[in-house]
């Protein structure tokens, strides 16, 4: 790992730069936010970890009530399960002797997951000999993996089933493209549409002496409509221990509670060429911009318009306030799970002043 930009105690204006850096109050509301929006409900809290990738932060998702994590690589659940992490879900399909070899590995440190769409993805997991809690991926409009709803799923889980060491864990029923549907009706009509493929698969699983025990799945932009569908007893956020621009697009309403942004790229202004534009050291190579460019940061009128290996150029409109040659300022990345990914450590900031250093363990892991 690269050494860390900062040291504890050192004032936020001090940290070298590009860094990553955490604001520690508003993301313990975050997490305190979650908890009181499920309580007293039927429902399981399992944490994306492919967002953070780094076992602190499950430490403090688990502290919180989280049952367990996710991720989607057997190398994320490698680095989980190193830094303490003993219930992990790769909520995705493993497929390839290499790969199934480190899983089965896996399970003998800790309770593992995964999901299968395919008969020849069982026979696989079971010739391994591992134990494993194995999930079917039910298609619900991600249009990715996943097998088609109802009797394709009910004849794969009668294969799960017929395996010895394999346990039917139930299903996995994630809608990915619905957590950034900008209007609230058109999500809710999305994650209804995905709750009728859920239901009529679990009372065809029922129908046939299945016990389908979890249902897993949603995401930070939906999850509370699926906890009200009463579809789902186990839910899957992830972003919204951070959030980002893309997210800070969407339209929050009852019953999703608005999340605050606590993940921020912090950023050194390295020239000012013109009057009207700023060039800061943080490009593509230090903030995602699959879906869009970061934001600066409270500082109205200036706007990061383009970025290239190194460099990120800032528009600055005539009556903002100018950023000084030097000065510091904190970006909003576009995405966050891909921008996290650039990144060794997380700088944990409370009151202006580094409080924590926390290793992005996972950083890579995509194998």
Same mark, same amino acid.
């Given at each position: 790992?690269?050494?860390?930009?900062?040291?504890? &105690?050192?004032?936020?204006?001090?940290?070298?730069?590009?860094?990553?850096?955490?604001?520690?109050?508003?993301?313990?509301?975050?997490?305190? =936010?979650?908890?009181? =929006?499920?309580?007293?409900? /039927?429902?399981?809290?399992?944490?994306? $970890?492919? =967002?953070?990738?780094?076992?602190?932060?499950?430490?403090?998702? !688990?502290?919180? &009530?989280?049952?367990?994590?996710?991720?989607?690589?057997?190398?994320?659940?490698?680095?989980?399960?190193?830094?303490?992490?003993?219930?992990? !879900?790769?909520?995705?399909?493993?497929?390839?002797?290499?790969?199934?070899?480190?899983?089965?590995?896996?399970?003998?440190?800790?309770?593992?997951?995964?999901?299968?769409?395919?008969?020849?993805?069982?026979?696989?997991?079971?010739?391994?000999?591992?134990?494993?809690?194995?999930?079917?991926?039910?298609?619900?409009?991600? %249009?990715?993996?996943?097998?088609?709803?109802?009797?394709?799923?009910?004849? #794969?889980?009668?294969?799960?089933? $017929?395996?010895?060491?394999?346990?039917?864990?139930?299903?996995?029923?994630?809608?990915?493209?619905?957590?950034?549907?900008?209007?609230?009706?058109?999500?809710?009509?999305?994650?209804? %549409?995905? +709750?009728?493929?859920?239901?009529?698969?679990?009372?065809?699983?029922?129908?046939?002496?299945?016990?389908?025990?979890?249902?897993?799945?949603?995401?930070? %932009?939906?999850?509370?409509?699926?906890?009200?569908? &009463?579809?789902?007893?186990?839910?899957?956020?992830?972003?919204?221990?951070?959030?980002?621009?893309?997210?800070?697009?969407?339209?929050? +309403?009852?019953?999703? /509670?608005?999340?605050?942004?606590?993940?921020?790229?912090? =950023?050194?202004?390295?020239?000012?060429?013109?009057?009207?534009?700023?060039?800061?050291?943080? %490009?593509?190579?230090?903030?995602?911009?699959?879906?869009?460019?970061?934001?600066?940061?409270?500082?109205?009128?200036?706007?990061?318009?383009?970025?290239?290996?190194?460099?990120?150029? #800032?528009?600055?409109?005539?009556?903002?306030?100018?950023?000084?040659?030097?000065?510091?300022?904190? !970006?909003? /990345?576009?995405?966050?799970?891909?921008?996290?990914?650039?990144?060794?450590?997380?700088?944990?900031?409370?009151?202006?002043?580094?409080?924590?250093?926390? /290793?992005?363990?996972?950083?890579?892991?995509?194998?």
């Amino acid at each position: 790992m690269m050494r860390a930009p900062a040291t504890v &105690g050192q004032r936020l204006e001090d940290i070298d730069t590009p860094a990553l850096v955490i604001e520690l109050d508003a993301f313990e509301r975050n997490l305190r =936010t979650l908890a009181a =929006t499920v309580k007293d409900r /039927p429902v399981r809290v399992r944490p994306h $970890a492919k =967002t953070h990738k780094c076992p602190e932060v499950a430490k403090r998702q !688990l502290a919180m &009530g989280a049952v367990g994590v996710c991720c989607q690589k057997v190398s994320e659940a490698e680095a989980l399960v190193e830094g303490g992490i003993t219930d992990v !879900l790769v909520s995705n399909e493993v497929v390839g002797a290499q790969k199934i070899a480190r899983l089965a590995k896996l399970s003998r440190r800790a309770h593992i997951g995964v999901c299968v769409d395919h008969a020849d993805n069982v026979a696989a997991l079971e010739a391994s000999g591992a134990k494993l809690d194995v999930y079917i991926e039910i298609e619900v409009g991600m %249009g990715r993996c996943g097998i088609a709803p109802g009797e394709p799923a009910l004849a #794969l889980a009668q294969r799960i089933a $017929a395996a010895r060491n394999l346990r039917f864990a139930g299903l996995q029923a994630y809608h990915g493209r619905a957590q950034h549907i900008r209007s609230m009706a058109d999500r809710r009509a999305a994650i209804d %549409g995905a +709750a009728k493929a859920v239901h009529r698969t679990e009372e065809l699983l029922n129908k046939h002496g299945i016990e389908c025990p979890i249902v897993t799945g949603a995401g930070s %932009g939906t999850y509370m409509l699926e906890v009200e569908s &009463g579809a789902w007893n186990e839910i899957q956020p992830g972003s919204y221990i951070f959030m980002d621009v893309d997210y800070g697009r969407n339209e929050w +309403a009852a019953p999703l /509670p608005r999340y605050e942004h606590a993940l921020f790229v912090l =950023t050194t202004v390295m020239s000012r060429p013109a009057a009207d534009r700023a060039i800061v050291d943080a %490009g593509l190579k230090a903030s995602s911009v699959d879906s869009g460019m970061p934001a600066v940061w409270q500082r109205p009128g200036v706007v990061f318009r383009s970025a290239s290996d190194e460099h990120g150029v #800032l528009d600055i409109a005539s009556g903002a306030q100018p950023p000084a040659l030097g000065e510091k300022l904190l !970006l909003v /990345p576009g995405h966050c799970d891909p921008t996290v990914n650039l990144y060794d450590w997380y700088v944990c900031v409370r009151g202006g002043r580094v409080e924590a250093l926390w /290793p992005i363990t996972a950083r890579g892991a995509v194998y």
